[in-house]
């Protein structure tokens, strides 16, 4: 066979392809944008090498996001985990851009590893770099070419692009904007590009024709951009190209307003064209939602994860207070049951003050639990809390929210909790909040939806699926649960009637929200360590169904979240920012620099 082309390194893996027998029977061959290289659950044969192109590594789990676990670049293996432990594979790894690929047999591989014992160390080196990263969610192995290719009329896309550029700079990276000028470059000056930059960010206008074409399969995450000011194209008029990473979840969508827009309508329809995994308002001449796009694009957006937990749940409140008091930048939000009605108050644009007088209208003035009915499917009719949430939410889709923005339910029908990212906004905060047995359930065609804390009450994890970015955590439920004193039978009827209490519902109320919003050990293990700030109040003097108690539970969650944010070393943002070329050039230079 031919001579295989060198890996581009200097490395020892890179020295493992002059061995003769590595020669002779390793395979060289091309994967296109799109494919995959192999599948979970696949028996591993060989060791694969990257020598030009990018792959991506994702996981999916059945009725779950497909969770996207990062990039693998020319001159790094792929698969050597499955290899050596002669396992299975454990994700799948699937090619973001066409590809150059050298496949090592088994037999070959662990024969040049005799021969040549630094391949080996050097090996275990980046599976234990790997397994750290999975662990303690680091950096490497993140996206770092982004395109942005117009969709429809959205006027001249790179004055926006350039101005991120300016904002990506700011916090300490060397970036570079690429447009068509560069359409008959050849293979090697894009590698070159992208090897010598932080990020590269590459654009299409709409009249780039063939250029379209190039960053679609060329970049590891595409961003549409769009006018969201205006009606989207019809499908059959669309000027778009098909992009590889569609199928992975890896399509963006912006949407550009006018710097005085108050809130963004119908973006619903964009989303139904573009299918986008994530949506972005981009107001004009707004600097701060340039510098969200900027923290987006170099993982350090903020994630807040608000969990469920009835009346102890306005410890949120406090909490997002803090954040704000403190500059701590929210850019992606998601929560359950009460914390998802928070959240989405967060993603509205609700300034604190306009988030207290509302949660207090809506919960705390009168209890929402007050129409008691006779119980056929529920304590309580839902009606009150139907009439609140169209009150302060209306007509607002989720894809109109400033935010991005989720919130779980718990579908009875499949077994398995239910992602709203899209439609109307109450509706699914009706079915996140909807508690067995206290509020009659919501239902999505023939799905019966509950209360999302019945099977995932603390969905941080479920936010690593959606950014690389910190996430901030707010638990409530960590503090004392319900005794037998909570549940005790009333020693007078008349007394506890008579004495308003009954507009909290009966004890079997407490008894209910409480077994509803305890999570197994595993889920919560799980969710708790996703996050990178977990914030833990200790609502336990708040009776869970006492939605009476806002002053106290704020007062907690903001004195919570102010301590777990004195204990860091540098900004929330910061937390998971990945080192710069120029800073990893500074690091290997010392050494030599104190010899």
């Not at 662990?110 to 050097?122: G, L, N, R, S």
């Not at 290719?149 to 004055?159: H, K, N, T």
């Not at 050849?186 to 070159?192: A, H, L, N, Q, V």
Request: aromatic share 6%; with cysteine.
């Amino acid at each position: 066979m031919a001579q295989l082309p060198d890996i581009p390194d200097e490395s020892a893996l890179a020295r493992l392809f002059h061995q003769e027998r590595v020669q002779q029977e390793a395979v060289w061959f091309s994967l296109p944008g799109g494919q995959t290289l192999f599948s979970a659950g696949d028996r591993s044969e060989q060791l694969y090498f990257v020598r030009a192109g990018r792959l991506g590594a994702f996981r999916r789990e059945q009725g779950h996001e497909i969770q996207f676990l990062g990039v693998i670049r020319p001159g790094e293996p792929a698969g050597e985990m499955s290899l050596i432990a002669d396992a299975p594979h454990s994700a799948d790894v699937v090619a973001l851009r066409d590809s150059e690929i050298i496949a090592v047999p088994r037999d070959v591989f662990f024969e040049a590893c005799e021969a040549d014992t630094a391949v080996m160390i050097e090996l275990a080196k980046l599976m234990m770099l790997r397994s750290r990263q999975a662990v303690t969610r680091g950096g490497v192995g993140e996206p770092s070419v982004f395109g942005f290719v117009s969709l429809g009329q959205s006027g001249v896309l790179r004055p926006l692009v350039e101005r991120l550029a300016r904002e990506i700079v700011k916090l300490g990276y060397d970036v570079t904007t690429i447009g068509a000028e560069a359409q008959t470059a050849p293979t090697e000056w894009f590698s070159d590009v992208e090897r010598t930059h932080d990020f590269v960010l590459y654009v299409a206008e709409v009249g780039d024709g063939g250029w379209r074409q190039v960053v679609a399969r060329q970049v590891d995450r595409l961003f549409r951009v769009g006018r969201g000011d205006r009606t989207p194209p019809k499908a059959e008029t669309l000027v778009d190209v098909p992009s590889p990473l569609q199928a992975q979840m890896l399509v963006d969508l912006i949407l550009l307003h006018p710097a005085d827009t108050h809130r963004p309508s119908g973006s619903e329809d964009w989303a139904d064209i573009a299918k986008p995994a994530r949506l972005f308002h981009v107001r004009r001449d707004h600097e701060g939602d340039l510098q969200r796009i900027a923290r987006v694009v170099t993982g350090q957006s903020v994630g807040l994860v608000l969990s469920g937990g009835g009346a102890r749940a306005y410890a949120h409140v406090g909490a997002v207070r803090a954040l704000r008091e403190r500059g701590v930048p929210i850019d992606f939000v998601g929560g359950v049951s009460m914390g998802a009605v928070i959240a989405a108050g967060v993603a509205m644009g609700w300034d604190d003050a306009e988030l207290e007088t509302r949660i207090r209208e809506a919960f705390v003035d009168t209890s929402p639990l007050a129409d008691i009915a006779f119980p056929l499917l529920a304590m309580t009719h839902g009606l009150k809390v139907n009439e609140r949430l169209a009150h302060h939410f209306g007509e607002t889709q989720i894809a109109d929210l400033w935010l991005p923005f989720f919130c779980l339910s718990s579908n009875l029908t499949t077994g398995a909790y239910q992602m709203h990212r899209r439609g109307l906004l109450r509706r699914a905060l009706r079915a996140s909040i909807s508690l067995p047995g206290i509020l009659p359930p919501a239902t999505d065609d023939q799905n019966v939806l509950v209360d999302g804390a019945v099977m995932k009450n603390f969905p941080a994890d479920v936010m690593r699926m959606s950014q690389l970015g910190p996430i901030v955590g707010v638990d409530v439920t960590s503090g004392r649960s319900i005794t037998a004193d909570d549940v005790a039978r009333p020693a007078s009827v008349w007394r506890w009637i008579w004495s308003g209490q009954w507009r909290n519902g009966p004890p079997i109320v407490s008894l209910l929200m409480r077994a509803a919003t305890v999570s197994t050990s595993r889920d919560l293990t799980a969710a708790r360590d996703a996050t990178d700030v977990l914030v833990m109040p200790d609502t336990s003097k708040v009776e869970i169904r006492d939605f009476s108690a806002y002053a106290p539970a704020v007062a907690e969650g903001y004195r919570a979240t102010i301590e777990a944010l004195d204990k860091l070393d540098r900004p929330v943002q910061a937390l998971r920012r990945r080192t710069s070329l120029a800073e990893q050039q500074a690091q290997k230079a010392r050494p030599h620099a104190a010899r």
